[in-house]
């Protein structure tokens, strides 16, 4: 066996983990997944092949309009929410102060991400409230009355967004931060000693170096929040009615409430092909605006 096979299988050997959990986790749900599209089943009973009545359901839906309009929704509020403010955080946190005050703001800003989604979110419910929560108290303060924040279509997504970028802007602080730490110094020194202001120094030099991490920030944020879940579910419920419920809540619904696995696939392939279709776009366009060149 010469040294270019043996090499070969000890790649192979190292990528075995990792396959097998792919295997595992995703391959296999994914075309359980395409396989129960046509079919009808609810655990209980043997599956039955139905064809595409799950494909002619999904189109006669008239709540999956809905969910998907508040997924839309969600994606456009939340994305420039975490994709901006935890670059700002991270450029806040980046300037020239006390390592000792950076290691406490990423502490700061990084706990919540670790916290338990289920413990906290009971948490914000009551800051939610309306009739004693802490968030209307400090309204009524300033004189505001009482605002409904999880029984109102109008306020249920600003009261989602506030959780959401307490709970998970830490993720984007991270990464920003990490890219940052890793942009040479010289490059400032140099541009401001050719008269860059600071504005001229992060449109110049920051941004273009941060790029990469800024593309992966909004794919990954894309992604997360077509996929919202964990919020709506645990401070809303999805409701007042269906206002903030979103597509895997529905799924969720449909697939462990009613019991429909065939229609619930049916549904998660086309938000999976939804999402596909936008990182894909992403994809495409990043080419005219990440620069992956750091010499």
Known sequence: MNKKTKDTIVGYLFLAPALLLFLVFIAEPVVASVILSFTKYNVI?????????????????DRLGLVYWNTFKFM?????????????????????????WKYFYRTVFYFPVLATSAAVAVAWSFIYNKDFGIMNYFL?????????????????YLAVAVYS????????FLYYFIGLQNIPETLYEAAEIDGADKVQRFFNITLPMLSPMLFFVLVTTLIG???????PYLITGGGPGDA?????????????????????????ISLFLGILSI????????KKWVSYDQE
Do not use: C
Request: charged content about 15%; cysteine-free; overall charge negative.
């Open 279 to 286: 990182t894909a776009l992403q994809f495409a366009f990043s």
């Open 225 to 231: 929040t077509t996929q919202i879940f964990d919020e």
């Open 45 to 61: 009973t043997p599956y039955q092949f139905i064809g595409l009545d799950n494909f002619r359901q999904f189109f006669e839906d």
């Open 76 to 100: 456009l509020i939340l994305t420039p929410l975490h994709v901006i403010m935890g670059l700002l955080l991270a450029l806040a946190v980046q300037r020239k102060i006390a390592k000792g």
């Open 140 to 156: 009524s303060l300033f004189g505001i009355e009482a605002i409904p924040w999880m029984q109102s279509p109008n306020w249920v």
């Open 165 to 172: 970028f307490w709970k998970f802007i830490g993720n984007a």
């Open 244 to 268: 903030s419920r979103s597509v895997n809540m529905y799924i969720y619904e449909i697939a462990f409430q009613h019991h429909e696995m065939g229609f619930a696939s049916t549904v998660s």
